[in-house]
């Protein structure tokens, strides 16, 4: 018998703004204690509400790292739609790299929680997860294929290629959060996509 949906509470503006503040809160303590040893109560606590004020706001543990989970690949998407007018594949891929950095510079919690935890989501939330990892993966790989296909980039794997340049961009989780207040985003992006867009480009970059 198919599992009746559960009924959502109506949101307000206040609503959706205090789930924000709780998610910053919530990524923070993840990326201090990890994941699995942050507890429902943890996490009220760090937030500054009784536990059954927070279920009020997220059901559980596992919707709080769902929302983490949405809420930046929201950000990554929303940048390459805003970006697609350009038409140059050079700077849409700069601009996605940028958008990367800027998430991991403003929001360290959030990324590593994306990055170290996807494997602990589980039924329709990793589900849709990963159906909108896809689309952005697709996305990319549009951009890659049309550098191939109007000349600027050398004839490459898109797919491998792809998964280079995530793998360029998204290890910067690692390393960067230290340095982000002395090294903006877009400076960090130019130092590492211009040897990538070297190796790529049929012509000097």
């Known amino acids: 018998m198919a599992r009746q949906a559960t009924k959502k509470r109506p949101t307000t503006e206040a609503h959706g703004e ?6 910053k809160h919530c990524a923070v303590l993840f990326d201090r204690v990890g994941y699995h040893k942050a507890s429902m109560q943890m996490l009220a606590d760090e937030v500054g509400l009784g536990k059954p004020t927070l279920y009020h706001y997220f059901r559980s543990k596992h919707d709080i790292l769902y929302a983490i989970h949405d809420a930046h690949m929201s950000a990554l998407l929303e940048g390459l739609s805003s970006d697609d007018a350009t038409g140059d594949p050079f700077v849409l891929l700069r601009s996605a790299c940028i958008d990367i950095l800027r998430q991991i510079a403003d929001h ?3 990324v590593r929680a994306f990055m170290d935890h996807y494997g602990d989501l589980e039924g329709t939330l990793r589900n849709q997860i990963k159906e ?3 689309a952005y993966f697709a996305r990319l790989q549009g951009i890659i ?5 109007n000349g600027q980039f050398r004839d490459c794997d898109p797919t491998l290629t792809t998964y280079a ?3 360029m961009c998204n290890w910067a989780y690692k390393w960067y959060p230290p340095l982000a207040k002395k090294q ?3 400076k960090v992006a130019d130092a590492l996509c211009r040897p990538f867009f070297e190796g790529l480009s049929k012509s000097p970059v």
Not at 145 to 149: A, C, E, F, P, W
């Open 18 to 23: 205090k789930r924000n503040e709780i998610l």
């Open 108 to 110: 360290p919690g959030y």
């Open 132 to 134: 909108r990892r896809n």
């Open 145 to 149: 294929v049309k550098g191939i296909d």
């Open 165 to 167: 340049f995530l793998g």
């Open 184 to 186: 903006s985003p877009e």
